[in-house]
């Protein structure tokens, strides 16, 4: 297959012998690579926290990328869902724009009286030098709020470089004040959960049938007050590991709390999970409930699981998502539904992760890092691919190529965590994979691994 002679060594296929992929670097200039950018990633990361302000510093467009596009569901305040901009123009870019932060942050106050501002740099911000450290310390002295700034700019590497920056802010945010004390607790943290669809309400309830309290979560349906209290925790559990792991080493650092990697998404990996959290407090209480739990929850979704399972058989997916946590999460809900991984790629994955993902797929499975959307196209007609995993980059190329697209992005509206989560990940997967359209789409033959339509559901 023909591809970019520098992209090679990105691509590699499961064999016997185990390539290490080249990850971790920059993209390829003229690849069309699918990365966001390190704004995107902080983003991502701090855009759930509902009652902070976020305000964007740099041109409007940046300011863009908000909540319509990233949501994610909060059980009171509001304020995260209004994106504001300092909207620099031309004169700001030549002139400076810190002026115009101090007098954006000084109207946003006065008007909103918000709990904790972060304000973002992005590229424009980078290349002329606004000194975001030097506002934002004046502003949080001037009005006692903490306002954080985000060294974002989006040039400055990929997404993840953007998740440090995020965590750098949070951590300033959860950092006491002198003389403040830290009263250690039974509570624990939930770090890498968004609450896209409600999961980090999902979990929490698991948690608390099971006894175990959750302080903060990072940074689903959170608040200013809720995450300055996580120093407090006994346990940190991670789940989105590449957003999530460089502030829970901090945090194990500075605090002392230890961390276990969890997953909430199939049903395997929220059984691990939860006995995982039972044997860290060592209760035997705990760990009768958590068996209680899973056999409840597992009879209420397992006749549909089997069901869905029995028609979606031996289906081919190509998986392609920002993180590897998703990848590696996806690649095990997939197999539980009885469906061939065939293709697996991340935006952001290291060497490691690359090294678990080799190990989870079959035979001729086809792994990529950074892929573009030609490379996407190639791959998935040579694998004969059924479904495409993927966010809303991916989305399109699906669709023009008559391939079923599972949104497994922070645009979507349902939960895919926990058992319910599992539930609508099957559910889902079956009416776009069994949908009678693909039926009507000719393609021409030897277009799809030498087949014109998607096999139909038997
Ligand atoms: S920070 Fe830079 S790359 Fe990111 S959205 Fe703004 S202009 Fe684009």
Redesign the pocket.
């Known amino acids: 297959m023909e591809f970019l002679e520098e992209r090679k060594n990105s691509i590699t296929t499961k064999g016997r012998q185990k390539k290490q992929l080249e990850c971790e670097s920059e993209s390829i200039a003229g690849a069309v690579s699918q990365r966001?950018?390190?704004?995107?990633g902080a983003r991502v990361v701090l855009n759930p926290i509902t009652d902070a302000m976020h305000l964007v510093h740099?041109?409007i467009?940046?300011a863009?990328?908000t909540w319509d596009i990233r949501g994610s569901l909060t059980s009171g305040a509001d304020l995260f869902r209004t994106s504001f901009s300092t909207d620099l123009k031309e004169e700001d870019i030549i002139f400076g724009g810190e002026s115009k932060l101090i007098r954006a942050i000084d109207q946003l106050v006065e008007k909103y009286h918000p709990p904790a501002i972060f304000v973002?740099?992005?590229?424009?911000v980078g290349v002329i030098g606004d000194d975001l450290q030097a506002v934002c310390k004046k502003a949080s002295k001037k009005y006692g709020i903490p306002v954080l700034p985000v060294e974002?700019?989006?040039?400055i590497g990929s997404k993840v470089v953007g998740y440090r920056a995020a965590c750098d802010a949070l951590l300033q945010l959860i950092t006491h004040f002198e003389g403040e004390k830290i009263e250690k607790n039974q509570g624990i943290n939930f770090l890498g959960d968004f609450n896209l669809g409600g999961e980090a309400w999902i979990i929490k309830n698991y948690l608390q049938e099971i006894g175990v309290q959750v302080n903060a979560v990072f940074t689903g349906d959170s608040t200013v007050e809720e995450l300055r209290k996580a120093p407090s925790s006994c346990l940190n559990i991670v789940q989105c590991a590449g957003s999530m792991h460089y502030l829970s080493n901090k945090m194990a650092e500075l605090y002392g709390i230890p961390s276990i990697s969890v997953s909430f998404f199939g049903s395997q990996s929220i059984e691990q999970s939860l006995r995982k959290i039972a044997d860290f407090f060592d209760d035997q209480q705990m760990k009768a409930k958590v068996e209680i739990l899973l056999e409840l929850e597992m009879k209420r979704v397992k006749p549909a699981l089997d069901y869905y399972r029995q028609k979606l058989q031996g289906k081919k997916v190509a998986i392609y998502v920002g993180g590897a946590f998703k990848a590696i999460s996806l690649i095990s809900q997939f197999k539980e539904l009885g469906m061939e991984v065939v293709m697996t790629g991340t935006q952001t994955g290291k060497k490691e992760d690359y090294a678990v993902i080799h190990d989870l797929l079959d035979e001729g499975a086809v792994i990529v890092d950074d892929t573009n959307p030609a490379e996407l196209e190639k791959f998935m007609l040579a694998q004969g691919v059924e479904l495409l995993a993927g966010g809303v980059k991916e989305r399109l190329l699906a669709y023009k190529l008559g391939i079923a697209f599972l949104d497994h992005n922070h645009d979507r509206k349902e939960a895919l965590a926990g058992f319910e989560g599992a539930f609508n990940f099957a559910q889902e997967i079956f009416t776009t994979v069994c949908s009678p359209v693909w039926q009507h789409l000719d393609r021409g033959e030897d277009v799809f691994n030498g087949k014109s339509k998607l096999q139909e559901c038997s």
Do not use: D, K, Q
């Open positions: 966001a950018c390190v704004y995107c740099g041109p467009g940046c863009s990328y973002y740099s992005t590229c424009v974002s700019s989006g040039f």
